[in-house]
């Protein structure tokens, strides 16, 4: 199977290196991407949003004779999902990591500081306890110096979608942050947060306690997990 590895924000594909060995393993073809924007530090971001992420994995589907996996984490989810609306006769599994579809007119968040055309990685305590679970000191020093700004108008663009046939790919979702099961609460209890995947016809859950970034903190798990999800 060919899976598409769609970093969350401030990250390029080599964030996904120590996932992808059980994969390889497997006999899979990986695609870790590097989005628009998150080239080097000194790449150009002015004018690059949401829809040129999206595009960007469209344009991978689109190389790839066959099916594909798409594994978003983080802001990552929000353009898997675009792809997937976009593509839904190629995808045959979505993986949203920490994340989940970004629904009709959403953002994924317009409140991160931006300097110019740039949303530089936070202060580590302008985020919550839970969002750091795991991410020891040496981990901290070694993502802020891996650290790519995040092009602006991903951050504050809406999503916009117009195929139904999103809702009939199966869909995966890994929870880090909190259980799985405070997310069916959420759904049950008609929760405008999770609208878009209450509407999606098949989803797993995966519990996989850490911080919000299992691809630094816990890895290998993280690999297990998504390989798990593609062999459904």
């Not at 802020?144 to 869909?171: K, M, N, T």
């Amino acid at each position: 199977m060919d899976i598409i590895l769609v970093p969350g924000f401030w990250l390029d594909a080599s964030s996904w290196e120590k996932v992808t060995p059980p994969l390889v393993a497997a006999g899979h073809r990986l695609h870790p991407l590097t989005l628009p924007g998150l080239e080097a530090i000194d790449a150009p971001r002015a004018g690059i949003g949401l829809r040129d992420h999206i595009d960007a994995v469209v344009a991978v589907i689109d190389s790839i004779a066959g099916s594909v996996v798409l594994v978003g984490h983080s802001g990552g989810g929000a353009v898997i999902h675009g792809a997937v609306d976009a593509r839904p006769d190629r995808v045959a599994r979505a993986i949203y990591v920490d994340s989940g579809p970004l629904g009709e007119g959403g953002v994924i968040n317009d409140e991160l500081p931006a300097e110019g055309d740039d949303i530089p990685l936070p202060p580590w305590d302008s985020f919550e306890e839970a969002d750091l679970v795991d991410l020891d000191d040496e981990l901290r020093v070694a993502f802020r110096a891996r650290a790519v700004p995040q092009p602006r108008g991903v951050a504050s663009d809406q999503q916009h979608l117009s195929d139904e046939r999103r809702y009939d790919v199966p869909a995966t979702v890994i929870t880090c942050e909190f259980p799985s099961a405070l997310l069916r609460d959420w759904i049950a209890a008609g929760h405008p947060f999770v609208a878009e995947l209450a509407r999606i016809h098949d989803v797993d859950y995966v519990d996989l306690p850490t911080g919000h970034w299992p691809q630094f903190t816990r890895p290998a798990e993280l690999g297990a997990a998504v390989l798990a999800a593609v062999g459904r």
